[in-house]
């Protein structure tokens, strides 16, 4: 039995309060100072360093990572009524956001990492000249090829949106994630790897027209205040939460990465002769999470188990978004998914937040590996 004073949480909001605590209070004190609470100098700021920090030319700040793919793909020009190639192994965020542009969702399988299966996503548009965008998902914080989508979605003459949500700090091929097509998305909750005190999102792109685009749909659709040249949504980023990203979280997010890296190599290098699996990525992941795929025992019980050894293991995703009630007779599922029903119902999530001490992440080990016996 390993012998936990305290329970190793999947996050720790509380040490990560105690660390940005000073920063995150003056930037509250700066806006409220400043008078200006929405759409204001601290969100143009961040989204500014955001870009920078990320690579690409615009950022814009929105109410969510759902609301960040909708206005995407509506920004870069999806007609109601178009497919749209997604997966079905990830948050339901993903499929709603498609459903929410008017669109219907396609789904394909993914390969061993989780992420969308490239041979049978390019089998799909070749048959199915309907789909008109493709949206994967940097799943886990693992990267996909970013060659393997521009090649993809060039020969196909289709829209490419990448869901980044998981993968910020990610890339392969010395590239980030969210460069190889029109636009991405990202999510600002708070247990992502670049996470506000609240609820977020941003839409990432290289295009002008699509980026202003965007900044319009975020706000009712305005060309100028007052005059509404289309159906938007209200999705504005808070001055406040702008300004503690930027002030406190930001500059904190290549220390976090790196350390999210290190425990992630500690799991690597210690599971990897357990019936828990690793589900390891092809480059460099961002580690938003550790998932593995129990081979041999029921998921469930390995997972209370883990638990009572004081783990906070978590499911990331038990229910394919196909399956979900939510869209039930929407969408079109291409055949029976069976590697992304496997992952779902097999993988489990290892704490692998940044503020994870030593001493917690051989706790861990040693649970799994007890456990496994």
């Known amino acids: 039995m390993v012998d936990l004073p305290l329970q190793v949480r999947a996050n720790d909001f509380e040490r990560q309060w105690a660390d940005i605590r000073d920063e995150a209070l003056a930037a509250v004190d700066r806006v409220g100072r400043s008078g200006w609470l929405v759409l204001g100098e601290e969100v143009r700021l961040f989204e500014q360093e955001l870009a920078g920090w990320w690579g690409v030319q615009h950022a814009v700040g929105v109410a969510s990572g759902l609301d960040a793919i909708e206005i995407a793909l509506r920004a870069a020009g999806l007609e109601r009524g178009a497919k749209v190639l997604?997966?079905?192994?990830?948050?339901?965020a993903t499929?709603?956001?498609?459903?929410?542009?008017?669109?219907?969702?396609?789904?394909c399988d993914v390969d061993a990492t989780g992420g969308l299966d490239m041979e049978q996503a390019d089998a799909a548009l070749q048959a199915d000249p309907a789909i008109a965008a493709v949206v994967p998902v940097?799943?886990?914080g693992h990267p996909l090829d970013p060659e393997a989508l521009e090649d993809l979605t060039r020969r196909h003459g289709?829209?490419?949106?990448?869901?980044?949500a998981q993968s910020a700090g990610a890339e392969r091929a010395g590239r980030?994630?969210?460069?190889?097509?029109?636009?991405?998305?990202?999510?600002l909750y708070?247990?992502?790897?670049?996470?506000?005190?609240?609820?977020?999102g941003v839409v990432l792109t290289d295009d002008p027209a699509l980026a202003e685009r965007a900044r319009?749909?975020?706000?009712?659709?305005?060309?100028?205040?007052?005059?509404?040249?289309?159906?938007?949504?209200?999705?504005?980023?808070?001055?406040?939460?702008?300004?503690?990203?930027r002030s406190a979280q930001l500059p904190r997010l290549d220390g976090w990465l790196k350390r999210r890296s290190e425990i992630a190599s500690e799991y690597l290098g210690a599971l990897d002769e357990c019936e828990l699996r690793p589900i390891a990525a092809a480059g460099g992941s961002a580690h938003h999470l550790f998932p593995i795929e129990v081979t041999a025992a029921d998921p469930g019980a390995v997972a209370d188990e883990l638990r009572r050894r004081g783990v906070g293991v978590g499911r990331h995703y038990p229910f394919v978004c196909p399956d979900q009630e939510a869209v039930a007779g929407i969408g079109?599922?291409?055949?029976?998914?069976?590697?992304?029903?496997?992952?779902?119902?097999?993988?489990?999530?290892?704490?692998?937040?940044?503020?994870?001490?030593?001493d917690e992440v051989q706790a861990v080990i040693q649970a799994c590996l007890e456990a496994c016996r």
């Not at 997604?86 to 339901?92: E, G, K, Q, S």
């Not at 289709?158 to 980044?164: A, F, G, K, R």
């Not at 998914?337 to 779902?344: D, F, G, K, Q, T």
Request: with cysteine.
């Open 86 to 92: 997604t997966t079905p192994l990830t948050a339901f």
């Open 95 to 107: 499929t709603l956001a498609i459903v929410r542009a008017g669109a219907t969702p396609v789904w």
């Open 138 to 140: 940097h799943l886990y």
């Open 158 to 164: 289709v829209s490419l949106i990448e869901d980044c």
């Open 176 to 187: 980030p994630t969210g460069m190889a097509g029109a636009a991405a998305a990202t999510s």
């Open 190 to 200: 708070p247990t992502k790897n670049l996470g506000a005190l609240g609820d977020g």
């Open 216 to 245: 319009r749909l975020r706000d009712y659709g305005q060309r100028s205040r007052y005059e509404h040249a289309e159906i938007g949504l209200n999705s504005r980023l808070d001055e406040l939460q702008a300004a503690i990203l």
């Open 332 to 358: 079109e599922p291409l055949g029976a998914l069976p590697v992304a029903r496997r992952i779902a119902a097999r993988e489990l999530s290892l704490p692998i937040h940044p503020y994870l001490g030593d």
